[in-house]
């Protein structure tokens, strides 16, 4: 199993970044599919969540501002973020979970700076 993340990048605050997240090695359409980040010196936290049936669900802190979204003929999950505030720095992780099995991608990193 491989999930790939990439997108990240140096961006200033307001700006806007997407993520991507390619996935192999698992039948990716029966898999929810969430977005995490690790601010520096902090605990991983989960950003968003799209499920099987595309439902989502977002943190407080990034709704209206960030869009999961899944392509299940491309075995992609794309995180759109909008209005970067200093605080969305991160190294970012896609992960794929299913029957508490979870598989994690290596991380890329998002730095808000001006």
């Known amino acids: 199993v491989q999930l790939q993340a990439s997108g990240g990048g140096l961006v200033q605050p307001g700006g806007s970044l997407r993520l991507s997240c390619a996935a192999s090695?698992?039948?990716?359409?029966?898999?929810?599919m969430s977005w995490y980040r690790q601010p520096p010196g902090k605990q991983r936290e989960l950003v968003a969540t799209?499920?099987?049936?595309?439902?989502?669900d977002y943190a407080d802190s990034v709704k209206g501002r960030f869009t999961i979204s899944r392509d299940n003929a491309e075995n992609t999950v794309d995180l759109q973020m909008t209005n970067l505030k200093l605080e969305d720095t991160a190294v970012y992780y896609c992960?794929?979970?299913?029957?508490?099995?979870?598989?994690w991608g290596k991380g890329t990193l998002v730095t808000v700076s001006s």
């Open positions: 992960k794929a979970a299913r029957a508490g099995v979870n598989y």
């Open positions: 799209v499920g099987s049936l595309s439902s989502t």
């Open positions: 090695g698992i039948t990716f359409r029966i898999y929810a």
